[in-house]
């Protein structure tokens, strides 16, 4: 059974037990404080299962794409080497929310894998909780009668909070789960062990399929449990492992899943992936295939979301993935190459017709990991380099761990490939000073992040929170909840939820409203608002004195003016740049702050000048027409896209949205807006650069912004006036000028090289042979240009000479050496190893060629001593 179908299958099963199915949401989570990326199927349902939101339906199906590569979840270390692990997986699941439990989900889940996918009862297991006497939860006696009346008692196993109770975080909704496994082992491996002993033991063919949740508990902050209002049922399925089982493999490498992908790099490569048994070496190459075709499901699909590498936050986690796909490519398939980009089109044919995004965005794809590779394949070449030096600079067999640490941690290169290339020199580094390293960043990476949140103290029973914000900037408000959280990032700050508040929380690229609760006694600042959980969180560095008392909430109407203002030209400036580069232009992301606007699109050039210029032109004229707002609340999807809305890639949107129409431009939007563009005022571009390949970013102000920049401007111009003693034609003032300079610099340079020739001669007289070379080292007063010219004069009085001037620059040495090229053939010479090591007294280094080379450095006083050990190379 080919995988779509599998996929088909599930879902058409559970709408036919009269589930909603839902399509997947963006593995990059955009409204979760709490989470990078989607990390299970039940992610984008946790609003539900706190009571913060009604679902479209109580019975709802779907498949997630799932991202584990960080937090609790981490499975990116073990993704290579076993064949059932991946950062990326599809997660199949059905959910109740307060609708059927226990009876339901186990029959529905026992009737599909053995009357629809035909799986032998005789090689499946199911696990229930044991119970827990510390959590004073009990064993799970419903769920195991159940499975009683479905399969052999001796194949009902008993598992403890570990394996049999799922937990969404510290806190939350939590419960005891029932777990599905199958052994697909062969006969003869089950007559030496039965499958009970290996169920939750990492057997790479007896392996958790499906889980079902039975989310009855709420986790507080104090560690102890208390019941869920209702009980709902919250169930995962490995889709890459089911497909193992049904297309009757041993890994889930082996299935269509993953063979056309391991098809392609087989053909670039020229390397083959061995199933089955294979020797150390074949392993080793199927290891690094294995790494290749999962991360470039999980980057290539986090790009399409909306997610580009970065060296922060999520960005970061991506570029990781696909650098440590790069280095497996460049360390066991000899790749030195950018390849993985040529994998895009294959998961594109593969996956496009269930997951669309991955097809429309797929040359943005191809383009962003294609620079990434070339990008960090340079990084690579710069770490060689690299660890050439610290391999020259070590006197002993062995490199310092911290050494290693610092070419993986500043420069990305990678620990495998440190050692290997080591090994090669019969060396290796210090493993457990490099994982000292190791821990100590994560150490205080983890302490920079950790954040403790206490339980909600409810005040207001109910789903009673609303939004005004749109209508009004100020109101009469209640707090309905409110709970402390800590963090080494920000202290200790209190998130408080109004019954309806003006306040509009941080989404769709605007940042979140400031502003104050007043009461009749005190005014209390609020510092930011966040959404989360379908709660709009206002955060406080302290609470109200009576938090039952009534309060104004305020928002701070020039900074929201200003956030709107640039909220609005970015949609004028999204209809500008589509009318003038081209309707292949889509908006890659956005920032939306009072000060400025940050707008990243997809084009594929750089902007010229001239079209920056017709960029804000369009835009003024647009705020010159004076264009009222025209907002549609809670209008159906389809009716919106049909209309012309444009709806932006990686966003989640539900049945009713909000259209935002400016003239021509309309566009799907939640943030807030100018009632007309007049208050805009003026549009000014300040910087258009490269984010990634093929997407561009736009930088702009509005508003009082754009009067600043002007007034600084025209200052800044009265200062240049001033400085040329006021000329009548500045621009003509500033150009003579330049010329002057020029001039000057030329006869400077003339001036240094006479000075060079006439020091030829003073410097020949200091020359001294040793062992058959004219050898000298001193320090002279020229630039680095200088000192450069000079030796190549020296150069000139013969073929055994060998020189090292020290020079100093702004407080900077730098050491130059020269040597004669026949020296460097006779006596194996090498002017890049000399200042190599010289450079250590100067606390520097640097390179060059083998006859010249220079090093610079930060120690002015270890001048001496590097002149003196000079002599060292010639004796």
């Not at 399509?23 to 979760?32: E, G, H, M, N």
Request: with cysteine; charged share 25%.
């Amino acid at each position: 059974m080919k995988s779509q179908d599998i996929r088909k299958q599930f879902l058409e099963f559970f709408e036919s037990k009269g589930h909603l199915i839902v399509p997947s949401a963006p593995i990059v989570l955009k409204d979760d404080p709490t989470l990078m990326f989607n990390n299970s199927g039940m992610a984008q349902f946790k609003e539900y299962f706190l009571g913060n939101g009604v679902p479209k339906s109580k019975r709802i199906a779907d498949t997630q794409k799932c991202l584990r590569v960080s937090g609790k979840h981490n499975d990116l270390e073990d993704v290579g080497f076993d064949t059932y692990h991946h950062t990326m997986f599809e997660m199949l699941g059905n959910w109740s929310f307060g609708d059927y439990f226990k009876k339901e989900a186990i029959n529905w889940a026992w009737e599909l894998l053995t009357e629809v996918y035909k799986i032998d009862k005789d090689i499946l297991y199911v696990t229930v909780f044991e119970g827990s006497e510390e959590e004073n939860v009990p064993f799970d006696q419903e769920a195991y009668d159940i499975w009683k009346g479905l399969i052999a008692e001796d194949r009902i196993l008993l598992g403890n909070k570990k394996d049999n109770f799922w937990e969404m975080g510290d806190q939350g909704p939590c419960g005891p789960c029932s777990e599905i496994h199958v052994d697909i082992r062969s006969a003869e491996e089950k007559a030496l062990i039965s499958g009970k002993d290996l169920v939750n033991n990492d057997h790479p063919q007896v392996v958790e399929i499906w889980n079902n949740v039975f989310m009855e508990f709420n986790r507080k902050a104090d560690g102890s449990l208390e019941k869920l209002p209702a009980q709902h049922v919250d169930t995962g399925m490995g889709f890459e492992r089911l497909c193992m089982v049904l297309q009757h493999t041993k890994s889930n490498y082996d299935t269509d899943v993953f063979t056309p992908l391991i098809a392609k790099v087989e053909t670039i490569t020229g390397t083959k992936y061995v199933a089955g048994k294979a020797s150390d070496e074949e392993e080793k190459i199927n290891i690094a295939i294995r790494v290749i075709v999962d991360h470039v499901r999980a980057v290539a699909f986090a790009i399409a979301d909306g997610q580009l590498p970065s060296n922060t936050g999520a960005g970061y986690v991506i570029r990781r993935i696909l650098r440590r796909a790069i280095r497996y490519g460049f360390t066991f398939l000899d790749k030195k190459e950018p390849f993985i980009f040529e994998l895009v089109e294959v998961l594109s044919k593969q996956m496009g017709d269930f997951f669309p995004e991955i097809r429309s965005q797929q040359s943005l794809v191809t383009n962003v990991i294609r620079e990434e590779e070339t990008s960090f394949l340079r990084t690579l070449d710069q770490g060689l380099q690299l660890l050439e030096n610290v391999v020259a600079q070590t006197n002993s067999k062995e490199v310092s761990g911290e050494k290693a640490f610092e070419l993986y941690d500043t420069f990305g290169f990678p620990k495998d490939l440190t050692a290997l290339i080591l090994k090669e020199k019969g060396m290796s580094f210090n493993e457990a000073d490099f994982d000292k390293a190791m821990q100590v960043q994560k150490t205080r990476s983890r302490a920079a992040s950790e954040v403790s949140t206490d339980d909600w103290t409810i005040l207001v029973e109910g789903n009673t929170e609303s939004f005004v914000g749109y209508d009004q900037l100020e109101n009469d408000v209640k707090i309905t909840r409110y709970r402390r959280i800590d963090s080494k990032k920000d202290g200790v700050l209190f998130q408080i939820v109004l019954d309806t508040t003006p306040f509009y929380p941080e989404g769709g690229g605007q940042v979140g409203d400031r502003g104050v609760l007043t009461s009749a006694n005190e005014t209390i600042e609020i510092i930011d608002t966040k959404k989360e959980n379908n709660l709009i969180l206002h955060f406080a560095k302290q609470l109200p004195e009576n938090t039952h008392g009534s309060f104004m909430a305020k928002v701070n109407s020039e900074l929201r003016q200003h956030s709107q203002s640039n909220h609005t030209a970015t949609h004028l400036l999204h209809q500008a740049l589509r009318s003038i580069l081209g309707t292949h232009v889509e908006q890659k992301g956005s920032l939306v702050s009072p000060n400025y606007l940050r707008f990243d699109f997809s084009h594929f050039a750089k902007v010229t000048d001239k079209e920056i210029k017709q960029v804000e032109t369009f835009v003024n004229a647009k705020i010159q027409e004076h264009l009222p707002l025209e907002e549609r609340r809670n209008i159906p999807m389809q009716q919106a896209i049909e209309e012309g809305a444009m709806a932006l890639f990686g966003e989640k949107y539900g049945d009713s949205v909000r259209a935002i129409r400016f003239g021509e431009s309309m566009e799907l939007c939640g943030g807030t807006h100018v009632k007309n563009t007049a208050e805009i005022w003026h549009f000014k571009i300040l910087s258009e650069g490269a984010v990634a390949a093929g997407i561009r970013r736009i930088e702009a102000i509005t508003n009082d912004a754009v009067k600043n920049y002007f007034n600084q401007q025209e200052k800044t111009l009265h200062e240049i006036l001033e400085t040329l003693k006021n000329p009548q034609d500045v621009v003509k003032a500033v150009n003579s000028l330049q010329d002057d300079n020029t001039k000057l610099k030329k006869q400077i340079e003339q001036l240094l090289k006479e000075k060079a020739k006439n020091m030829k001669g003073e410097f020949a007289a200091q020359l001294q042979e040793i062992n058959g070379v004219q050898f000298l080292a001193t320090q002279v007063d020229l630039d680095a240009t200088g000192a450069k010219d000079l030796t190549y004069e020296l150069g000139t009085l013969g073929d055994n000479l060998f020189v090292v001037f020290a020079t100093v620059t702004d407080e900077k040495p730098m050491l130059t050496c020269y040597i004669s090229k026949e020296l460097v053939a006779s006596k194996g010479l090498n002017a890049g190893t000399v200042v190599r090591e010289l450079g250590k007294y100067i606390q520097g280094g640097g390179g060059g060629q083998p006859f010249f080379a220079t090093a610079g450095g930060k120690d002015v006083d270890g001048i001496p001593e590097a002149l003196e050990k000079a002599i060292d190379f010639v004796k």
